[in-house]
C-alpha cells in the first residue's frame, strides 16, 4: 500500500466544550453514534474534542476536499483500538489509520490514508 496522505491535529478541549453547550453544533459536526459514544463518558468533552482532532486529521489527509465532517466517523473496535470509517464513494478504495491521544485540556489525532 501507498501512504498518499497525512494529517493531524490538535484542539483544546474547552473549545469543544463551548461548542456542546449548543446542541445544533454538535448534530453538525457529528454523528449520532459519536454524540452517544462521547456523552456517556466520565470525560465527555475530552471524547468529543479527540474525535474533533481525528475528523480534522482525515480532512487534511484525504486527497479530496469538500467533505462534511459529519461524513467522516470516528468509532472504535471491541478491543479500543480507533476506526474511521468516510461516507463518500471517493473514499471507497481507501485505507484510513488513526491514532488518538486527550488529555483535560487538549487532544490530538493523526491520520495515515493508504491506497
Known amino acids: 500500500?501507498?501512504?498518499?496522505?497525512l494529517g493531524t491535529d490538535i484542539v483544546e478541549v474547552k473549545r469543544i466544550e463551548a461548542l456542546a453547550q449548543n446542541p445544533g453544533a454538535l448534530s453538525r459536526l457529528f454523528t449520532q453514534k459519536?454524540?452517544?459514544?462521547?456523552?456517556?463518558?466520565k470525560n465527555k468533552y475530552e471524547h468529543l474534542a479527540v474525535r474533533f482532532a481525528a475528523k480534522e486529521a482525515v480532512f487534511k489527509a484525504l486527497p479530496f476536499a469538500e467533505i462534511a465532517f459529519k461524513n467522516i466517523q470516528v468509532t472504535n473496535l471491541e478491543n479500543g483500538r480507533p476506526q474511521v470509517t468516510v461516507a463518500d464513494e471517493r473514499a471507497k478504495d481507501l485505507v484510513i489509520l488513526v491514532s488518538l491521544?486527550?488529555?483535560k485540556e487538549y487532544a490530538a489525532a493523526t491520520a495515515v490514508v493508504q491506497k
Do not use: N
Open 1 to 5: 500500500m501507498q501512504v498518499i496522505g
Open 34 to 41: 459519536e454524540i452517544q459514544y462521547s456523552l456517556a463518558r
Open 101 to 103: 491521544s486527550h488529555t
